[in-house]
Structures are given as structure tokens and as C-alpha cells.
């Protein structure tokens, strides 16, 4: 095994250095999201990724949920990096949106992620944040209207949930 390849949840070998929509599995992305906790483990609360998906999902018309269920697919294969150091990371930029697009691609999705998609992922920022922190703080967030987020799940609970709404919305 090479330095840019890694074994998912299902036991898939991928490497990221070749990665393609073939590598793809909802089930790597259901877990693995459910695992990774979202602002680097600073909030009071453990809150997954993947209920944040889930979340943001719901925000968004029918047409566009898919994409706001996996709008951060690509952080299960590559983690989360907090914004602040992305920003400092243009190589991980384009890994990133190289993964994502391979996932777009697995679900037959149009790339790129649309408008709205990253309107409701703000507000649900704009809702973690207020909901997550002791300490509130200007993020830059702007006139953006917060949608309340539920009780932060376990990472099981999360990933029962995506993996519903995923049916839900390809049914």
C-alpha cells in the first residue's frame, strides 16, 4: 500500500492521489461523516457532520437535497479541515473539490454545487454556531438567517439518520 492510498469503513482500498467516482460508497460517507465531529471538537457539544448534512438537506427544495445531503461528502475521505486552515491549504483546495466532484459524479449530480446549496450550508453555520458555542464571536456570517439545529445525536444516531434521509430523498 502506498503513501496516498487508505482503507474505508467498507474495506475499500482507495487512493486519493487516483481517486474517482468508482471509489465512491454512501456507506464510507454515512460513517465516516457520523465520526468526524464538526469545528475541530471546539463546540460544547460533540455535532457530527453528518447530521449537519442532514440538516442542510432539509433546508433546500427537493430537487436540490441530494446535494445538500453530500455537499461535504468529500471531508469522508479527506476529514474536515476547519476553514480557517483550508484558507492556507490551496493543494488540499484542489484535492477537495477533485473528490467531491468524483462524488457529484457517483450520484449523478451536476457539478458544480449549486448556489443555494451554499446558502443553506451558511445558515446552518449561522445556527451551529449560535447553538454550539458558550462564546459567541463575528464569523463574517452577515444577514444570514439562522435555521435552528436539533439535539447534537451520537455519532449512531447520525448516521441512522443520513442514511434515512439518503432513501428518503432517492426513492
Same mark, same amino acid.
Given at each position: ?22 471509489? +465512491? %460508497? ?22 457530527? +457532520? ?7 438537506? %432539509? ?19 479527506? #476529514?474536515?479541515?476547519?476553514? !480557517? ?19 457529484? %459524479?457517483?450520484? #449523478? ?5 449549486? &448556489? ?23 464569523? #463574517? $456570517? ?7 439545529? #436539533? +439535539? !447534537? $445525536? ?6 441512522? &439518520? ?10
Amino acid at each position: 500500500m502506498n503513501t496516498t492510498t487508505m482503507q474505508t469503513f467498507s474495506g475499500k482500498l482507495i487512493d486519493l492521489a487516483k481517486f474517482t467516482h468508482l471509489d +465512491v %460508497r454512501l456507506t464510507d460517507i454515512s460513517h465516516a461523516l457520523s465520526m468526524i465531529n464538526r469545528f475541530t471538537g471546539h463546540s460544547t457539544s460533540p455535532y457530527s +457532520v453528518a447530521q449537519h448534512s442532514v440538516h442542510v438537506s %432539509r433546508l433546500l427544495p427537493d430537487d436540490l437535497a441530494l446535494w445538500g445531503l453530500l455537499h461535504d461528502a468529500s471531508e469522508a475521505y479527506l #476529514g474536515d479541515v476547519a476553514t !480557517p486552515l483550508k484558507s492556507l491549504l490551496p493543494c488540499y483546495q484542489e484535492i477537495e473539490e477533485r473528490v467531491q466532484r468524483a462524488v457529484a %459524479r457517483a450520484f #449523478g449530480m451536476r457539478w458544480p454545487i449549486p &448556489e443555494p446549496v451554499k446558502l443553506a450550508d451558511r445558515a446552518a453555520l449561522a445556527a451551529e454556531k449560535a447553538a454550539l458555542f458558550s462564546v459567541q464571536h463575528d464569523w #463574517g $456570517l452577515g444577514e444570514c438567517m439562522p435555521a435552528r439545529i #436539533g +439535539v !447534537p $445525536l451520537p455519532w449512531y444516531e447520525a448516521k441512522s &439518520e443520513f442514511e434515512s434521509r439518503f432513501k428518503e430523498i432517492v426513492k
